[in-house]
């Protein structure tokens, strides 16, 4: 079974430091938007984080996921 991603999305460019706090996801920055993309287990902790940034989290969404039996899997 795959493993569950997710991408979480803010409003902002990161600065050097918060890159550095979430350099344990991939992080994309554009047009003042910023996405980090993490594992099922590691969503907690890093919604903690945005929050203890006071960033303004925009969306949660689950980007890949496990293929279902006969039908068309996420990618």
């Given at each position: 079974?795959?493993?569950?991603?997710?991408?979480?999305?803010?409003?902002?460019?990161?600065?050097?430091?918060?890159?550095?706090?979430?350099?344990?996801?991939?992080l994309?920055?554009?047009?003042?938007?910023?996405?980090?993309?993490c594992?099922?287990?590691?969503?907690?902790?890093?919604l903690?984080?945005?929050q203890?940034?006071?960033l303004?989290?925009?969306?949660?969404?689950?980007?890949?996921g496990?293929?279902?039996?006969?039908?068309?899997?996420?990618?």
């Open positions: 079974m795959a493993e569950l991603v997710y991408e979480l999305s803010f409003k902002g460019a990161p600065s050097g430091a918060l890159r550095a706090a979430f350099d344990d996801c991939e994309r920055a554009s047009r003042g938007l910023t996405t980090l993309r594992r099922q287990d590691a969503l907690p902790e890093l903690d984080r945005v203890s940034f006071g303004e989290l925009l969306d949660v969404q689950l980007v890949a496990p293929t279902i039996p006969g039908g068309r899997g996420r990618s």
